[in-house]
């Protein structure tokens, strides 16, 4: 039984035609990365498996429930490319009021806030105001905020970019302790080392997923040591 | 209690940004105080040259408040008016009367006009009362047999008693309750707008819909949480006008605030739907002269009745409309609830279209 099917997704806007149907599959306890350049479709893929956004032909299913649907948002934990945080309020004020939101007890929102505090070095920064925030440290507020509700299924859209080189460690460390808890994590990077980490990976170019398989196996398709080669030969292979 | 939790956010968010705060408590009590200020002061007294004038007519022009200044000759009437700083000349040669007025501003002029031709139809009639009884008086000692008497015709007494307000009212009465509403209609629009404006372009909505929070649930957590702001200032705006700039208020105070707090539910809702349709700031503030400028124009200042037919269409199209005639009918006229039930029912269904909508628009970010 798969955490996320996503089958035959095409979704245009307008005439342009941003992702051409693409399959995939992805197991529970599984990392599976999704990697390209910037314009070729990650986001609004990742968008229409959360229910953000429609696919114009197709269909995605999370946790054998068709999205979109609301109650299964709960199960859902999402990190924008893009920081949306309040910046007038606080670190812990933005965790708590998204906590709300997932409708967490006063009791397990304290300890939820904590956690995800603790897990991203925040923990000393909480009580300070999101717009006093590096740009690190907002990236790593909204991966607290994706943790907050504890979900089955993670859909992190590029969780570690500006995060320096330590952090990425140590979340990457956290992310491989979730899923062998059994949760399924879905993360988009064009950062090479960081698809090597991932179980499973599909590359993403022009909206056609151009190749996937695990590290491992794409390496030996293609003959190649490095998975910057192999995206280079996948992508030139299409032109 | 997820529209709680929004409520909340939105309260801190508030209280934070002192600015907006100000701008929404105090910037409408700036401006109803010099509002007040330059409608009712005094304006000041005309000022008017004359040449060959009968001193009777002085008097009577004196008596109207118009500071009179006499001329033995003038040979240029136009750089008299210019260098004395008059609002007008006249000049009687023989029977024959020539005005000159400055007219800078027609209102004042025609005032001004009306109260010289009334002195002087007055010292006319005055005139001819007398010729005539002279005239009387002669035939009478000529011929003595005849029974003769005239009668006087007293000039009949005009007693004027007034419907609504006092011969003391002003402009300002009238205008007084239309601009009340207006300003908290004009900053809960903008202050809400913006607001959610923010939301959509910083990317928090696009995270909020991420969670399990129902559409409806966003647009009432956003009405509470604003509302809360638009009735504290409705209550600051609405006190100040009437305790302390003292504005008529004949009716009841808490129909005021009512009828104030359905224009500002009405300008929150329709704040947030528009704010859906612009993507910056900017862009928000381009709704102004659009939907909010005329507003003021069939609020009443103006009389709608006297509109050409499609004039009236497009105010009756416009919330302000009813807000006005409401707040009219209850500060000025001292009519009751039941006689504004039926603009206050409008306002309401303006109101709950713009909500309904507001769901509606929130599809674009979520589909369910």
Known sequence: MASIVVNQVSKSFGKKEVLKKISLTVEPGQIYGLIGPS??????????????????????????????????????????????????????????????????????????????????????????????????????????????????VLILDEPTVGIDPELRLSIWQELYRLKDEGKTILVTTHVMDEAEKCDRLAMVR?????????????????????????????????? | MRTLALIKRIFFQMIR???????????????????????????????????????????????????????????????????????????????????????????????????????IAAETA????????????NIKSKLPNLPFTMETVNAPKVST???????????FDILGPILVGYFVFFFVFLISGIALLKERTTGTLDRLIATPIQRRSIVFGYLLGYGLFAVIQTVIVVFYAVKILDIMLVGSLWNVIIIN???????????ILLSAFANSEFQMMQFIPIVIIPQAFFAGILPVDGMAGWLQVIAKCMPMYYGGNALQDIMYKGLGLRDISSDLLILLGFALVFIVLNIFVLKKYRKI
């Open chain 1, 206 to 239: 022009d909206g056609v997923i151009l190749t996937s398989g695990t590290p491992a196996e794409l390496k030996e398709q293609f003959g190649i040591t490095s998975l910057e080669e192999v995206f280079l030969k996948a992508g030139g292979k299409m032109g």
């Open chain 2, 17 to 119: 940004d002192k600015r907006a705060l100000a701008l929404m408590m105090v910037a409408p009590l700036l401006i109803l105080t010099l509002l007040h200020y330059l409608f009712t002061g005094d304006s000041a007294n005309p000022r008017i040259g004359v040449v060959n004038a009968d001193s009777q007519i002085v008097k009577q022009l004196k008596n109207k408040d118009i500071i009179v200044k006499q001329y033995n000759e003038v040979t240029n009437t136009k750089k008299t008016l210019k260098n004395d700083d008059l609002d007008g000349f006249l000049e009687f040669q023989d029977n024959d009367i020539k005005l000159t007025l400055k007219n800078e501003d027609p209102s004042s002029t025609k005032a001004l006009q009306m109260k010289i031709q009334q002195s």
């Open chain 2, 261 to 271: 707090l359905v224009l500002a539910l009405v300008a929150l809702s329709l704040g």
């Open chain 2, 161 to 171: 008693s007034y419907i609504y307000g006092s011969k003391d009212t002003t402009f």
């Open chain 2, 126 to 137: 005055k005139k001819q009362v007398s010729n005539l009884t002279h005239f009387m008086g």
């Open chain 1, 39 to 152: 314009g070729s479709g990650k986001t609004t893929l990742v968008k229409i498996i959360v229910g953000m956004d429609q696919a114009s032909e197709g269909t995605v299913q999370v946790l054998d429930t068709t999205v979109p649907n609301l109650s299964l948002l709960q199960n859902i934990g999402y990190m924008a490319q893009a920081d949306a945080l309040y910046t007038d309020l606080t670190g812990k004020e933005n965790l708590a009021f998204f906590a709300s939101l997932f409708k967490l007890s006063k009791n397990e929102q304290k300890k939820r806030i904590a956690y995800a505090a603790d897990l991203v070095n925040l923990t000393p920064d909480l009580k300070k105001r999101v717009e006093a925030y590096s740009g690190g440290m907002k990236r790593r507020l909204s991966l607290a905020v994706a943790l907050i509700q504890d979900p089955q």
